[in-house]
């Protein structure tokens, strides 16, 4: 055989040696070049910058192997070359391309493929949120007017609308033809509005005179597009004074002795615009530089949300304001009327205002109304809930008419309007805690019922005022049609203009006229829920319906298991009326699982009993991103206490086994406290914390509507509004972007707490601030150590800067078996340490971090002394052969010999050489530190020694 | 790990290559099972981490009860009977137990009582079906004194978890490679058909399996009512285009890489759209499959020597299993049972008897067209599924093209489909690959040169794009 195989080896060299050698080639090339750093860097959009370290133990993991392939696929040498080339010959040779974005039509014309499948989709479903979007428009428009300033609105047509004859051939919808940018003009024509300025003529007139106004390769328009556009939107804005003299910039114009136009606003106005701002998508990019010209200053602001939620900007400090939607935004604009009209100050150009009488509005189902001096305090059942407000003039040809409704609200929540008659419309608003101010344009009809469902929670809110605002010469906007049909959105549903559903009547309750038997229903909690403690007791809303005529209806909270009292029979509401009650069971003591039980306090047999379990304990939020999520998921190893109750995607349940951390927190704390504890799970994988961290999953920094943070918000109101503590894991996001500076993260994380959490969720502990538990950054095998460094130290830095922020646990010395995340066994350890911060915080415990350093000397030239504090235990381990210690000078590590105990509060460093000068000490460093023998403390729950850079000198 | 993935292809392939060559070159080829095997257990590891003890564990029960049945023949029954047990087992649990749990609980709903609760549902182990198969052979054939047990435990865990075949097949007869475990020849000769063989495997898939697969994709996920018979029609042939050239596909890659490194494996496909009955399909498709199933379950129950009755009743036993090896659906096992009544028929009415060129053309046509509609039965997500994509087929209607099957109809999926369709057409005229390879000349020279000079940069080009299909039979 060794004689045929070196025959064979010695044979000629022929095609297939040749061939053999050059499939060798291909193959072995890319991974080659990458060994030499001739690689394809890794994109923007992959965080996967350093290979995964080699671990034996994480060989049967298979995100081990994940890791491994996310670093081969950014590192592959050539790969941009091949799928470039590729990718050319998809193109060039078959017309097409397997770029989901992009769809390839004829003769090579590339359209965004969401375009191409909104030119087919019908969307006659949309026509009534149009119209009711265009009718806010219309009202703001007005207002703006009035008040000095300019609103102009176009949509930029798309490529499918101005170039569709080399799309090809597509279906359409057979059952509504229409899409939503003709259904949106066909409206506009119907209303005669003068504020929105159509494109799609006027480019396809300058396509027909051989104009390129959009690039055979390009989504939106170019310069010779937007030049057209541009010109109708000032046109819109300014007129023209006349021909007057050429600037002395435009030399062409001077030579040839030209006259170009000046520009003077084109309504009748007592200002100058000297500001604009605009609003909309991609097709601002090349409208930007004609259209700033005019103006001495021009923001431009990417958003389907007006105003902006993020960028916090001030309409009234604006002359003109200019929407310029891609079609898709269409879909997905918000038109935020009540922070509008308050920013305008509208209330001051009204010709007339006219106070509604509350007593006149009246309970429609599952509330009960009062007038209380001059308010109006509703009784809500939560959803389902509504009032209706008397007979109101609707706009009228030449007249615009608002309601502006002041209200309060027991929590943030999302209230819904409804009016009936021909232009029947509906929409929502969110409201926040406490004084709201909402404004809502009545359409043009004669006289108008508006119907308001104040909240999805059952609640105590009040009505302040209710006042008519009128504006002159305001609409040309005709009568909506009678023929439509609506459907109701869901509280939570996005969209502040969506249509509601005329005719769902919600079932009615039985008043106190009715005759037939007494009988009161409570309003059951939902099970598993959690209350947020106010000291050691809470109050509770408690509320129902009834039939009959009770003196008053009283209430009380017995253990669930045991039926055993823990409230005697209180009253609750001492004058219910409309067939509804409620009222609030004050002082329940801390404690569960409970019951509650109502009944006529005239008639005791009349009565009824709950069936959920609730209780009152400690409310909990753990956010972050996906090592906050696998606190949650990863580890099944301990049994959840039955008080441990879980809040996710807005629901209470029970605590599933799985979750090593969060069940070690919660049975931790309820073992010590012995109340319920919820968990509110809201991390999400991949968030960052700044945009620029933003993979696709979201950060949190965003707080445009549903968004991350947006989300967790509403979750928390839905619990309540009120929380305890919240627990934050994250950084790996932001690390891995590897160009977000400490100070950057610094700043977000504070801006973070600051203005979002603590200004968005009610403090529950009892503390001067909600306090914000930070867990640092866990290690991981991937991405350089600096990004990694700046995040931690920026959030120990936070801990340190802000009140009531604390490091409730580092993370550095947990295994994490090569991965993102930390092992199962890692979670329970984590979990413990964050417990041991709010007992500490409740005063349970003496102690929640463990030792620090606090000096570093020189003994001798060739050993340093770290001296370390305790806080729990009093001396550590390991004795010897300690590891996660590096000493540096000028960026370079000095080779260690020996790291070792010396006594319980000394640690000994000794160098292999001797040291001859200043050198940096450091700790636990960067993004994967040595931690197998890392220092702990003795205290029970082993804490380990915080990281640490000085100087030692 | 897939053998279109950035990973295999341009890491994993060519370090194992280079490995086994220099273990060859440094240690005279005495390591190279053991290299095979380390490169293998990576490989499933990269897919299936979770699992590899599981594969481990299996193999070396296999191999001790070898060892056992080959030394304890008076007691060779009950070694055999644990192997099966076992084997099957295990095959049953990760394949079946989600199925089962999910069927009774139904059944249970449906008679009113309480479905079952709390059960954790488990995922199958790449390949088990493939393994579990061959580490059967191995145990037969001893008990059937066709070969001798491996003594080395490094061959036989290579028998069984070889990486060119491992996940996806073809199912390997220890008798036809247990020769090659201890004595093969890697050549010049070999290296180049297997590279070549490799190429032409991985441009089937990237270039007519993945544009078949759009389309059937597309016309599959449509909703039934939006289905109309054109559509129904062209996304059945397309599924037909698109089963066989992936899977065929992916056995070509695997006969490919084996030869790379000195393996010969048995062809898996011989044209089966050429073939002129159901029973011939069988001769054709998934040989190995089929054969495993002849040798090991038709014949042991009889076979057709027991009957007109018990050969029937064999038939439609084998043919449901065969269905069931392929999924926990009940489509798979109607698609068995639709194979397995056509076969009867075939015996039944003499068809299988005819000669090869009696009416071929119109027995061709028919068997295609019954094939076409088994694959229906195969794809589909439920039978009412399949019956509803069925009477769209056969009951004329006609709606506009929808708009998802217009985007799947790109210029490089028409071509290749086209190229597809005259593959099967002209299937018994043209040469095949390996006849092309084995003839020196210049069709051979260019051939290759296309093969590695465009295909394969296309082919690494869509893999690292990230736009190709997993293939087909990996979920089996």
């Not at chain 1, 910058?49 to 995100?63: D, F, H, M, Y």
């Not at chain 1, 027909?208 to 000032?234: C, F, H, M, P, S």
Request: hydrophobic fraction near 45%; charged fraction near 20%; glycine fraction near 8%.
């Amino acid at each position: 055989m060794k004689k045929e195989m070196l025959t064979d080896h010695y044979k000629r060299f022929g095609p297939r040696h040749l061939f053999s050698l050059v499939f060798m080639l291909m193959l072995i090339l890319p991974t080659v070049l990458s060994l030499f750093g001739i690689a394809s860097p890794a994109g923007p959009t992959k965080p996967h910058t350093k290979a995964p370290s080699i671990e034996w133990r994480a060989l049967l993991a298979p995100e081990y192997y994940q890791a491994w392939g996310n670093y081969v696929d950014a590192h592959v040498g050539m790969s941009k070359v091949l799928v470039k080339a590729k990718r050319w010959m998809d193109y060039r040779v078959f017309n097409m391309t397997d770029v989901r974005e992009v769809y390839v039509g004829r003769e090579g014309w590339m359209y965004p493929r969401a375009a191409v499948e909104q030119s087919r989709i019908g969307a006659c479903d949309e026509k009534m949120r149009l119209r009711r979007m265009i009718f806010d428009l219309t009202a703001l428009a007005h207002l703006a007017k009035l008040s000095g300033r300019r609103l102009i609105f176009t949509v930029a047509p798309d490529k499918t609308t101005i170039y569709p004859e080399y799309m090809g051939v597509f279906p359409r919808d057979p059952n509504c033809r229409e899409t939503i940018y003709d259904l949106f003009l066909n409206e506009c024509a119907l209303a005669k509005v003068d504020w929105f300025v159509r494109l799609d003529d006027l480019l396809i007139k300058a396509k027909r005179a051989d104009r390129l106004l959009y690039e055979k390769t390009d989504a939106v328009w170019n310069q010779r597009g937007a030049d057209i556009a541009a010109k109708a939107l000032l046109a819109a804005v300014f007129k023209s004074d006349g021909r007057t003299p050429v600037k002395h910039h435009d030399l062409a114009a001077l030579v040839m002795e030209t006259t170009t136009d000046t520009l003077e606003p084109a309504a009748a106005t007592d200002r100058q615009f000297t500001s604009a701002v605009l609003y909309g998508g991609m097709a601002m990019t090349e409208l930007m530089p004609m259209l700033s010209r005019p103006f001495n200053r021009t923001d431009a602001i990417y958003s389907d949300t007006i105003p902006s939620s993020n960028h916090m900007e001030k309409l009234s400090t604006y002359d003109v304001a200019m929407i310029v939607l891609d079609v898709p935004q269409l879909a997905r604009l918000r038109l935020d009327l009540d922070r509008i009209c308050q920013m305008l100050g509208i209330e001051s150009l009204a010709d007339q205002e006219n106070s509604i009488p509350l007593k006149t509005v009246s309970g429609q189902s599952h509330l009960s109304l009062k007038m209380e001096k001059e308010k109006l305090k509703v009784k809500s059942l939560g959803e389902g809930a509504s009032f209706v407000l008397p007979s109101l003039p609707g706009s009228e040809p030449h007249t615009l008419r608002l309601l502006a409704l002041d209200m309060s609200a027991p929590n943030g929540d999302t209230l819904l309007w409804r009016i009936d008659g021909p232009s029947a419309i509906a929409g929502e608003k969110p409201i926040h805690k406490g004084e709201n101010r909402l404004y809502i344009a009545l359409p043009v009809q004669p006289s108008v019922r508006l119907h308001i469902y104040p909240g999805r929670q059952t609640g105590l809110y009040y009505i302040l005022s209710a006042n008519l605002l009128e504006y002159a010469n305001g609409l040309s906007l005709v009568s909506m049609p009678e023929t439509d049909t609506y459907k109701v959105p869901q509280p939570g549903q996005p969209g502040n203009i969506g249509i509601i559903e005329a005719a769902a009547p919600l079932p009615r309750l039985a008043t106190a006229d009715d005759a037939a038997m007494p009988v009161v229903r409570l309003h059951d909690l939902e099970g598993m829920r959690v209350f947020q403690r106010n000291g050691s007791t809470a109050d509770i809303v408690v509320s129902g319906t009834f039939q009959g005529h009770p003196q008053a209806i009283e209430a009380r909270v017995s253990n669930h298991a045991t039926k055993e009292w823990i409230t005697p029979w209180t009253v609750i509401d001492s004058a219910p009326v409309d067939g509804v009650f409620m009222g609030i069971l004050p002082e329940v003591p801390q404690g569960g699982w409970y019951r509650l039980s109502v009944r006529f306090s005239d008639a005791h047999k009349i009565e009824d009993a709950g069936q959920s379990k609730w209780g009152i304990g400690m409310l909990v939020a753990c956010i972050g991103q996906s090592n906050m999520k696998e606190w949650f998921h990863s580890g099944a190893d301990l049994k959840p206490h039955s008080l441990l109750s879980l809040h996710r995607d807005g629901r209470w349940m029970a605590m599933g086994d799985k979750g090593n951390g969060a069940v070690a927190f919660g049975n931790r704390l309820i073992g010590k406290l012995g109340i319920p504890v919820g968990l509110l799970d809201y991390a999400v994988n991949g968030s960052g914390l700044r945009k620029e961290a933003d993979w696709g999953a979201g950060y949190w920094g965003d707080r445009s509507d549903d968004a991350i943070y947006d989300r967790f918000v509403k979750a928390v109101a839905g619990a309540g509004g009120s929380l305890e503590y919240v627990v934050w894991m994250q950084g790996e996001a932001d690390a891995a972007r590897a160009t977000i500076s400490e100070n950057q993260y610094r700043s977000a994380l504070k801006r973070f707490i600051e203005q979002q959490v603590r200004q968005d969720i009610i403090n529950g502990s009892g503390r001067r601030q909600l306090p914000f538990l930070m867990v640092g950054m866990v290690k991981r095998p991937v991405g350089k150590d600096a990004p990694h460094q700046s995040i931690r130290v920026a959030q120990y830095k936070v801990t340190e800067a802000l009140q009531e922020c604390y490091l409730s646990a580092t993370s550095l010395d947990l295994e994490n078996m090569g991965r993102q995340h930390l092992s199962p066994a890692a979670y329970t350890t984590l979990g413990l340490r964050v417990a041991q911060t709010v007992l500490y915080l409740l005063g349970e415990e003496s102690y929640y971090r463990g030792p620090s350093v606090f000096a570093a000397t020189l003994v001798d030239d060739t050993t340093i002394d770290v001296r370390i504090s305790h806080r729990g235990g009093f001396d550590f381990t390991p004795q010897r052969a300690i590891s996660g210690w590096e000493v540096i000078r000028e960026g370079s590590k000095l080779p260690i010999a020996e790291v070792t105990r010396k006594d319980s509060t000394v640690i000994r460093i000794i160098m292999e050489r001797s040291l001859d000068g200043p050198v940096t000490l450091r700790y636990l460093y960067g993004a994967m530190p040595d931690a197998d023998r890392s220092v702990h403390d003795n205290s029970p729950i082993e804490l380990p020694l915080e990281p640490i850079e000085i100087k030692v000198e | 790990m897939l053998f279109a993935s950035t990973v295999f292809l341009l890491v994993f392939l060519p370090v194992a290559i280079v490995c086994y060559y220099t273990q060859r070159a440094l240690l005279a080829n005495r390591l190279r099972n053991g290299v095979l095997l380390v490169f293998s257990y990576l490989f499933y590891a990269y897919g299936a981490a979770e699992f590899v003890l599981i594969l481990l564990a299996s193999t070396t029960a296999d191999y001790l009860l070898g060892l056992l049945i080959e030394k304890q023949r008076r007691h060779a029954r009950w070694w055999v009977g644990i192997s099966v047990l076992v084997n099957l087992g295990v095959l049953a649990y990760f394949k079946y137990a989600n199925f089962m749990v999910a069927e009774v609980s139904h059944c249970l709903a449906a008679l009113g009582f309480s479905p079952l609760g709390n059960w954790v549902a488990v995922s199958l182990p790449i390949g088990i079906s493939f393994f579990t198969f061959q580490k059967l052979s191995y145990i037969i054939d001893i008990r059937r004194r066709q070969v001798n047990a491996l003594t080395r435990f490094v061959d036989f865990a290579l028998y069984v978890a070889m990486f060119p075949q491992l996940v996806a097949g073809p199912i390997v007869r220890f008798k036809d490679i247990c020769a090659q475990l201890g004595k093969r020849l890697e050549s010049w000769e070999q290296f180049y058909l297997g590279s070549m063989r490799f190429c032409w495997g991985l441009s089937k898939k990237v270039f007519i399996a993945d544009a078949c697969g759009q389309v059937a994709d597309a016309a599959f996920g449509l909703d039934l009512a939006l289905l109309d018979t054109k559509t129904a029609w062209l996304g059945a042939i397309a599924y037909t285009m698109q089963i066989y050239f992936d899977f065929s596909a992916y056995s070509d890659m695997a006969i490919g890489l084996a030869r790379l490194f000195g393996f010969e494996l048995r062809e898996n496909f011989n044209r089966p759209y050429a073939a002129v009955s159901m029973t011939d399909f069988w001769r054709r498709w998934h040989i190995s499959l089929s054969s495993w199933f002849r040798d090991y379950l038709y014949i042991p129950l009889g076979g057709n020597r027991k009957g007109s009755a018990r050969t029937a009743f064999n038939l439609l036993l084998v043919f449901t299993l065969c269905g069931l090896w392929h999924g926990a659906n009940w489509t798979f096992i109607a698609w068995g049972l639709y194979h397995g009544l056509f076969l009867g028929l075939e015996r039944a009415a003499g068809i299988r008897n005819w000669h090869p060129t009696r009416w071929a053309f119109g027995r061709r046509l028919a068997t295609f067209l019954l094939v076409v509609f088994g694959w229906v039965l195969f794809r589909s997500s439920s039978i009412g599924a399949a019956v509803m994509f069925m009477q769209a087929m056969v009951v004329p209607s006609d709606l506009p093209l929808s708009f998802e099957i217009f985007q799947a109809m790109n210029h490089r999926n028409i071509v290749f489909m086209l190229i597809a369709a005259i593959a099967v057409i002209g299937a018994p005229r043209l040469p095949k690959i390996e006849r092309v390879l084995h003839t020196e000349g210049p069709l051979r020279s260019v051939v290759s040169a296309v093969m590695l000079l465009v295909i394969l940069p296309y082919c690494a080009g869509t893999v690292l794009a990230g736009a190709g299909n997993p293939f087909i039979y990996f979920r089996f």
